[in-house]
């Protein structure tokens, strides 16, 4: 990664060809007195993480695989606001370099043509409510081809190479993405939650449609209506009644 044009972020970088998931070497680093801002690239993950336990398909040379070291003043329960703050910049990065529609679906997911091209994992430490720092996990599908998924995940997952008909520049996105976050952040850190939530929305293709959300006591159908000042998405069932959704996931109708 060659002149970076940010300011914190991506100063310092470690790079390597394989490792079992960024995230895990990025703890290790804060561990180690990584300071924020600090970025792990891997070509390659053999256990590369997803929300809800799931995992995450990285193979090699094909996609940007990267963790971002943050270490803001909040309280814990601001983590939700990181994650919707991560997916605009993410998204906003996306369009400025390859030009095509992309939206998030709550809380974090970008899609293209309804399929998604990348995904978001916030992992935090903290005590007594008090963050001590978060490690935004940032996986994006850049040149796969059809043939480099498994066959269960085609008919649900594209790269930007797909979309967008040609190879996009790794490290051009990377710049990219850094210098949207880093505006985002520092946004954030001055006035709060309000701006960023705006921006969400707008780039939002969840709001006003449609969705299913399954809790432990089964489904909950219902319009996706907004988004409160925590980055819970409130949805208006049939009868009438205002729920909201903390964490999770939700399907698209
Ligand atoms: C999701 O949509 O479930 C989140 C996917 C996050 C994947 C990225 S790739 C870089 C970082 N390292 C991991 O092991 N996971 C995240």
Redesign the pocket.
């Known amino acids: 990664m060659n002149g970076m044009k940010t300011k914190v972020l991506g100063q310092k970088v470690h790079i390597y060809d394989e490792v079992d998931?960024?995230?895990?070497i990025a703890h290790k680093l804060v561990a180690s007195g990584a300071p924020e801002g600090t970025i792990v690239l891997a070509e390659r993950?053999t256990?590369?993480?997803?929300?809800?336990g799931?995992s995450?398909h990285?193979p090699a040379g094909k996609g940007i695989?990267?963790?971002l070291i943050l270490t803001p003043r909040i309280p814990m329960y601001f983590m939700p606001q990181l994650t919707l703050l991560s997916a605009v910049a993410l998204c906003r990065a996306i369009q400025k370099v390859c030009h095509v529609e992309i939206g998030i679906k709550w809380p974090?997911?970008l899609l293209i043509h309804g399929k998604?091209v990348s995904?978001?994992?916030l992992e935090s430490s903290g005590e007594d409510e008090r963050l001590k720092y978060v490690i935004a996990?940032?996986?994006i599908s850049v040149n796969l081809l059809e043939e480099d998924y498994p066959e269960e995940l085609r008919s649900i997952a594209t790269s930007l190479a797909i979309e967008s008909g040609g190879k996009v520049s790794r490290e051009g996105l990377v710049q990219a993405f850094l210098l949207e976050f880093e505006d985002m952040y520092a946004l954030y850190l001055e006035k709060g939650f309000a701006p960023i939530r705006l921006l969400w929305e707008a780039l939002s293709v969840t709001l006003k449609r449609p969705i299913r959300t399954s809790t432990p006591s089964g489904f909950i159908d219902g319009i996706a209506d907004s988004l409160d000042n925590t980055g819970a998405l409130t949805v208006i069932t049939p009868n009438g009644e205002r729920i909201k959704i903390y964490s999770g996931d939700i399907e698209l109708k």
């Open positions: 998931s960024t995230q895990t993950q256990a590369g993480r997803g929300r809800m799931r995450w990285s695989w990267l963790s974090n997911d998604k995904g978001i994992l996990g940032i996986g």
